[in-house]
Structures are given as C-alpha cells and as structure tokens.
C-alpha cells in the first residue's frame, strides 16, 4: 500500500501540545471572564439543517463558504459557520423553560471555505456571548464591556484597540434616508462600505459611483465624503440624526464612559456582513499599525428567535475568535510563557527502583501533582532530555537510595538547580509553582 | 416566510447549560486525571482525508457509517469517525520533534450515521488518550490504570465493572493455529464474536457452522465450547497457550495486580472492532444488571503512524466516551449535583440603584465572583425568581440602604437562609462554599 500523507486537510490546523497551550490559555480566559459575568455555558450540535443559515445569515457565506453536503438520510446538512443561528434555534426551542435575561456562552469550532490566509482558517474556532431577552443600552454596553473584559483579561491597554460602533437602523437611515437609495442600492453599498479598508479609494469612488447611477453620482458621492470627514456623532446630517437609533447610542456611549471604556467611538462605515443584525453593532479594531485589522466584533439580532417559530425574544452577542486574538497577544507580546501541564518527570535509575517509583508517583498523583513516569528502562540521560524536550519544570529522580531514605532530589528544568527533598516538602514545593504562575491553571471545565 | 423547525439535527443534541454542566463535570475529570498521568492535551481537525480511515478503521465504519462528501475544492473528505488515525498522523508528521515516550490526551466530538439509540447518537464526545513510542505490558498497563483511575475520580467502586482483556495475537492463534480458519473464515469469526452479545445463542451457532462449513463444523463448536467454558489465560489449549502474547498478558495482569486493580480478567471473546489493533486489546464493561454493556476500551496498534510514512512507532491507547459514562455514572448514581456556575445574582431593588450596582458587580468581579447583574428593571419577585430558576447559589439585593451602609443581604436560594454581610464578608463566604464544592470547579483549559 502506498504512504499516506501526514499533512493535515488544508485551512486546518494540527494542535500539538505547544500549540494547545496557547488555545486553553486563551479558551480559559474566555471561559472565566464570561463565568465572572454571569454567563453559562452550553453546547450545539456540530451539522444543521441548511434552512438554518439561508434565512439569515448572509448570502455568500452561505452560497461560497458552507460545508454543505447530503447525508446517507438524504438531509441536507451545513457544518456549522458560525453560532448565532444555532443559540437562537435553541432559545426558541426552550422559550418558556428558560430563565430571562439568558446570559449564554460557547467555545466552539466552526467551518468556512475560504482562501485560507494569516488569521483565518477554513476550521476556526470562536467563543460565542449573548444575551437574550434584554432589549436597549445596558445589554449592549454590557456585552462590549465583556469583549473589553476579555482583553484586559489578557494584559490589553486600551490605546492597543478601539472599539468602532454603529447601529444597523443608523445605516438604514443612511442609505434610505440620507443617501436616497432603494433597498437594492443600499444592500450594494453596504457591501461597499464593509471592503472600504481592503480596497482603494479610487476603487470605493468608482464602485459608489456605479451604484448611485450617472445622474445621482455627484450628489451622493459628496454626502459620502461628509460623512467620513464628520464622522462625530453629534455631527451627523438631520437625516439621520433623527433617527431614534441614535439617541440609543448616545446613550450606550455614555455608560461605556462610565465604565471606563474611553476607547469605543461612533463608526458610521462600520456594516458587520450578517444579513440578521437589528440595532447596534461594533467592532474591535487592533491598533498596531503592523497588525491593523479588524479583530471580532458582534451585534443586536432581535428577529432571528422568531424565525423559529417561537415569540421574538431580543438578543445581542459577541463572537471573538482564537485566530485574530492569537494574533492580537503575539503582535503586542501578550502571550506569557506556556510549560507543560505535566509537573514532574519521574526518572527511575535502575529498573529494580521502578516499582518503587510507580508507587510513588501515584503518591504524587493521590496529592493533586501532574507527574508522568519514565517505564522506558533507558539511561538516565535520555531520560533527563526527553523531561527537557517536554518542557516539564521538574524532574525527579529515583534510584536505590532515594527510595531507602525517602528524600528524593528535585532539579528545575528551567534553571538546573538541584534539591534534596523529603516527599511532603517536594509536594509543596511543586504546589508553590503552580500557585504562582497563576493558579489559572485549573481552568476550562466547570 | 414559513417557520424553521427548532429541533436540532437528527442524532444530535443540544446541550443547554443544564446538560452542559454534566459534560463539563465529566470532561473535568477525564482532564485533569489524564493530566495527573502526565499526558498533554492536543486538538486535530474535523475533517481528514478520506484515505486517512480507508486504510485501517474497519469497512464498516468507513463504508456505512461515515460522514464523508466532496469539499468545493474536489476533496473527498470526513468528519473524523474516531480519533486514531488523526493522532497518528500528527505523531508521524513530527516523529523527529515529539519526546518519547509521548503522552497525548484530547476531549472531542466524532460523527457516526448510526441508528440512534440509548447511550448511542450520531455526534458524539471522546477523550482519547495514547502513548506513542513504549511497548510492553507496562505502557499496556499504565493505559488501563488510567482508565481505572478515572472511573475512581467519578466515585465508581470495582464491583460496579469489569475489565476484559483480550489480545489481538491471542486472537489471530485461536482463529488460526486452534480453528485452523482461513484469513477470510477468521474475520467474519471476529465479527461474529463481537456481535456475541447481541444474538442468541441459536443464532450464534448456525452462523458460526456457516463460518466452518459442514465438513469443519462439528469439531470447530467443539472447540469454541471449550474455549466459552474455560475462559481462564492458564487453561487455553497448547496452540493458543504457545503463542507468545499469553504470557505478555500473564505479565500485563501481575502489574494491574500490583496496581490493585483486581477487576481486571482474560476474555478470549473480547474481540474489538478496529482493524488496526495488533495487540493488547480492552473494555471495561458496566455490571450493573440494568445497564449491563461495554462503556469504553481501547488497545495496542503498532502499525498505524508508520502508515503515514514514518518510522513504526508503537502506540497504545483508551477511549472512554461521554454518553456511555454519563449512563455508567447515572445507572450507578453517582453524578453530583451541579448547580450554575454563577455564584451571585445581583438583584436590584429601584432603577436609582442601577449604577451602584453596576460597580458592586466589577468589585465582586475583580475577586473572582461570578456574579450576574439584573438589568432588566423588574420588579423584585421576578428578579428572585430568575436567580433560582437559573440554579445560582446566592441572591444578593442592592437598594438605597445597602449601598449607603456598605451592607449587603446575601440569600442562599436552596435553603432561603439570609444573612447581612459586609462586602468582604460576602466574597469569603461565597468562595467558602466554592471550595467546598470541591475546588474543582475551575478546570479544564490549562
């Protein structure tokens, strides 16, 4: 038989323990900081039934980007690309057993077919935030505070990001109202505006100009540049802003000011790409000019509850995702040193010692140590590199000796420092470790 | 537009923060004890090429069973059925950088088209843990032992089940060199075996006569009885008692002895579906009359990396898997009660309240409370009624009052029990009780 080959499918991404490590440190915060704001966790199911997403979620992600296929029942199915349908699906599906507002959180993988590049994978994964059944202001600043949580949570100063925010009736009243365009129109330049950052200016005139139509063009076009030299809120033409939207914003932004997030603004040429976003709608925007992207971002959906049948039930979320925010902690060295889980390496010196040692690391074990036994039989020094190479910060050792007079020598792999210990010391010591490196240690599974 | 269906996708499930509390609380436990043996978390993708299960997973699973279909690129592609073949091809992609022996665990979901069934869906949840690069009973033995460990971490005592052990060269000797059966006689033997259970006894001798052919029938049953009675490693007949793994499986069970795991026994009709196995093969099997079934096994499979063009690199490995724990823990009665992992609900009694509440809520926070603030504005007997019904430990009433005297009634929603603390107070009782919940309560990423 032929070799198989050992890469994975391509946009995905193999996690070896060193990389793992780096996601459970991020997953962690994410799980904490959502669990201190009162938000429980749940889980959906990793196909839907394509109606799911052709509702609302936005056509090329659906018709370009879906894993979409047929099972053996004949059902057509979507590996999920994204949350927010399938929360909403399962609100409506428990709309009376549930208790309001429901603060809801998952941390889940998700799949899109898309040209896979720096921060993004065809496989990606995502934690999901929302809120159901709270309309207005303080739902909103709440869930933004639970972004800005999340970075701060990660050692963020706020002159790193901004937080851009807009309001989806806001748009509306600027392409309906402002910009005087049918329904059509505006959906084009919608589209536009979300690849205002990815394509030229001449390129955005152009494009603005052929949606517009010769005889509106120059009208149009000098209202657009308006806008994005003004971009204030209180300077927003009388179109708009008198648009009840816009109160609302004020008022969101005035209880971020009171929470102390000074780094979120009004962003008229903020859209979001989903088709199911209500009312407000932000973004976090990573400042560093060698990585200036957007980072994730989230928003008000009141009506998709009700597509499924149930009474609409309002809701606004936040989906940060492990890509960008990977990229977000290397670009601004946020991302602490990770060792390895394992905090003992057991090297047996002869092999009359190892039914000792096996004794004694179920000892270690029994008092909450993380400690991995070598049954290799090999010399010590292979021993000694292969607790090295793991990145494990001790090592013990085990020989006649050792076990005759119960003190046994511990060396820190880190700094090669030596010590003779008895058992009861060698656990605290190791616990001493633990401790201060965060005691975060623990962390996913509540 | 017609109304969407609310049920999740046929054969799976939607686990809402109810259910998701016992996933977590088991998932917990299988990562934390694979981390007190020293093996390290790692993720694979989703998806895998097909060729990666066609080689060795077994024919039925690939050609009945999976959830393969052609990507937008022309790929033939598969929600991974098992974790196996994935870790392998990680193992042999980085065969030069691992440190062995490499200790690797992982907590994911597969899917199956399966019927659905008791202890049975079609999207379904796995640890997997395997250590690649040491052969013999002892790596054989550790895996079992950490298996035992983590039905120990649930509370299980070993009357509840039992451990078969087989091997797959046992096997191969008594197909071959005892029934003298040829290569295609002795697998649909091996299937015939497995499905013991599963049909009558009638059933099962018309089918093995079928397997043996008239003229080899009478003498094969024979054979097979005697083998059905005995059941004991010392009494196998000289052509099976030959081979040389009866007497690494002799050595396998003086170690598990020595671990004290005495529900360990030898069962020459364990079988084990997955081709790959080449060796020590296992299932630990729930003995509770009422639930009478195989929770979960695993084996030796010494020739899976080396597919992947690498070195052959030995591996041995378990995979307990949640549904059928879940029916082990609650057939046995053993799941805990879990209440919410928010620890307060902050009820707030007038609108003017609102925003010193707000700032109660970030102190309780910043102490690592998990605390949920009611913004709703409703009335107190609502808010009261959404802490319990949401499960939440601690109601804590904000108003005028409180927040002037800087004292706070903290009610315990399960026995209706008040108290008038200080904030310091509050937070000592309400991590008090967090510890003595277990302290397990944070865990799973690390």
């Not at 962690?28 to 052709?54: C, H, Q, S």
């Not at 809801?104 to 935030?129: D, H, K, T, V």
């Not at 963020?156 to 392409?175: E, F, H, L, S, W």
């Not at 993380?370 to 090295?388: P, Y």
Request: charged residues 30%.
């Amino acid at each position: 038989m032929s070799t198989l080959s050992s890469s994975p499918y391509k946009g995905t991404r193999d996690y070896y323990p060193v990389d793992k490590r780096v996601q459970n440190y991020i997953f962690g915060v994410w799980a904490r900081t959502a669990r201190r704001f009162g938000y429980e966790e749940y889980g959906a199911p990793l196909l839907e039934p394509l109606e799911v997403y052709t509702a609302k979620t936005g056509q090329e992600i659906v018709s370009e980007q879906t894993y979409r296929f047929t099972d053996r029942g004949d059902r057509e199915v979507v590996i999920r690309p994204e949350m927010t349908p399938s929360i909403s699906r399962m609100v409506a599906a428990r709309r009376q057993e549930l208790a309001y507002p429901a603060r809801l959180f998952s941390i889940a993988n998700f799949m899109r077919y898309e040209r896979p590049q720096r921060g993004r994978e065809r496989e990606f994964w995502q934690l999901n935030a929302d809120i159901f059944g709270a309309t207005g202001p303080l739902a909103d600043a709440e869930i933004i505070e639970l972004g800005y949580e999340i970075l701060k949570a990660f050692g963020a100063k706020k002159p790193m990001y901004t937080i851009k925010v807009n309001d989806r009736r806001v748009i509306d009243a600027m392409m309906h109202d402002y910009l005087l365009l049918d329904p059509i129109q505006s959906e084009l330049m919608v589209k536009l505006f979300d690849r205002k950052n990815k394509i030229s200016n001449e390129e955005f005139r152009d494009q603005a100009i052929d949606i517009f139509g010769p005889d509106k063009a120059a009208d149009g076009l000098k209202k657009i540049a308006g806008l994005l030299v003004a971009r204030q809120i209180d300077e927003l033409p009388k179109e708009i802003a008198d648009n009840p939207a816009v109160d609302e914003l004020k008022h969101l932004f005035s209880i971020l000011k009171k929470r102390h997030i000074t780094n979120a603004a009004f962003d008229i040429t903020l859209m979001r790409g989903f088709d199911y976003y209500t009312g407000t709608v932000f973004e976090f925007f990573d400042e560093d000019p060698e990585n200036n992207r957007a980072m994730f971002g989230g928003g008000r959906y009141d009506g998709l509850v009700g597509l499924f049948g149930a009474e609409p039930i309002s809701a606004v979320g936040i989906a940060p995702g492990l890509s960008t925010v990977e990229l977000f902690l290397t670009s601004h060295n946020l991302l602490p040193e990770l060792s390895s889980t394992t905090e003992v390496y057991v090297a047996v010196l002869g092999a009359d010692q190892l039914e000792g040692a096996q004794e004694l690391v179920t000892k270690l074990r029994a008092e909450g140590v993380n400690a991995e036994l070598d049954i290799s039989g090999r010399k010590l020094d292979k021993q000694i590199k292969t607790a090295v190479k793991k990145q494990i910060p001790y090592l013990m050792f085990v020989g006649e000796e050792e076990l005759k007079k119960e003190k046994y020598n511990l060396k820190d792999t880190a700094t090669s420092e030596e010590e003779t210990l008895s058992f009861e010391r060698l656990v605290t010591r190791v616990k001493d470790r633990r401790r201060k490196a965060g005691d975060n240690s623990d962390d996913l599974f509540e």
